[in-house]
T-cell receptor, first 111, second 116 residues
Framework: GDSVTQMEGPVTLSEEAFLTINCTYT??????LFWYVQYPGEGLQLLLK?????DKGSNKGFEATYRKETTSFHLEKGSVQVSDSAVYFC??????????FGTGTRLLVSP | GAGVSQSPSNKVTEKGKDVELRCDPI?????LYWYRQSLGQGLEFLIY????????KSGLPSDRFSAERTGGSVSTLTIQRTQQEDSAVYLC??????????????FGDGTRLSIL
């Protein structure tokens, strides 16, 4: 079945550091890919999406590129802030319309 | 409303009782989903509605769990004879499929269910 694998956390960075959170997927067909973010005490929010190969999703300084050849959708940000501290979930939807999530990666950014 | 609304936000109940969780999706969204978030299992899909019908119930963990959606809008998730392992945050999401399938899903804040 479809699955998403993302790097285990926590990822601990200093403010202004470069962030990469790795995500790879297994899916039948041509999935759409998403990153969701969950800030402390809040619900899941859509961060960015990509619907086909080579698409780049971007939002709030975060980017991820849909790489079909490596089945990856790594999340990057050039300069993190303390306010980016949250749990990040990589996810996909394929033909079955349900989101399949990775286990989540906690990001901790210190001043 | 502007977003997906879930109620109650917190529910504490005794083992063996029945509970009902409510979800009011974004206006005009035809697709509605229920997920469960728990420490041991991460985020799990429960059920998907398109309009009032549920083409995918594959994630419901047992026959104690049921869900319905009426009028193509509000949905209720019912858990009968609750068990301690049902303790989790229950999340509802909705999406518009007017631009095709595989559209982003927008989540409510969830109902935190605690079974004593």
């Amino acid at each position: 079945g479809d699955s998403v694998t993302q790097m285990e956390g926590p990822v601990t960075l200093s403010e202004e550091a470069f962030l990469t959170i790795n995500c790879t997927y297994t899916a039948t067909g041509y999935p759409s890919l998403f990153w969701y973010v969950q800030y402390p005490g809040e619900g899941l929010q859509l961060l960015l999406k990509a619907t086909k190969a080579d698409d780049k999703g971007s939002n709030k300084g975060f980017e991820a590129t849909y790489r079909k050849e490596t089945t990856s959708f790594h999340l990057e940000k050039g300069s993190v802030q303390v306010s980016d501290s949250a749990v990040y979930f990589c996810a996909l939807i394929s033909g079955f319309q349900k989101l399949v999530f990775g286990t989540g990666t906690r990001l901790l950014v210190s001043p | 409303g502007a977003g997906v609304s879930q109620s109650p936000s917190n529910k504490v109940t005794e083992k063996g009782k029945d509970v009902e969780l409510r979800c009011d999706p974004i206006s005009g969204h035809t697709a509605l989903y229920w997920y469960r978030q728990s420490l041991g299992q991460g985020l799990e899909f429960l059920i998907y509605f398109q309009g009032n019908s549920a083409p995918d119930k594959s994630g419901l963990p047992s026959d104690r769990f049921s869900a319905e959606r009426t009028g193509g809008s509000v949905s209720t998730l019912t858990i009968q004879r609750t068990q301690q392992e049902d303790s989790a945050v229950y999340l509802c999401a909705s999406s518009s499929n007017r631009q095709g399938l595989n559209q982003p899903q927008h989540f409510g804040d969830g109902t935190r269910l605690s079974i004593l």
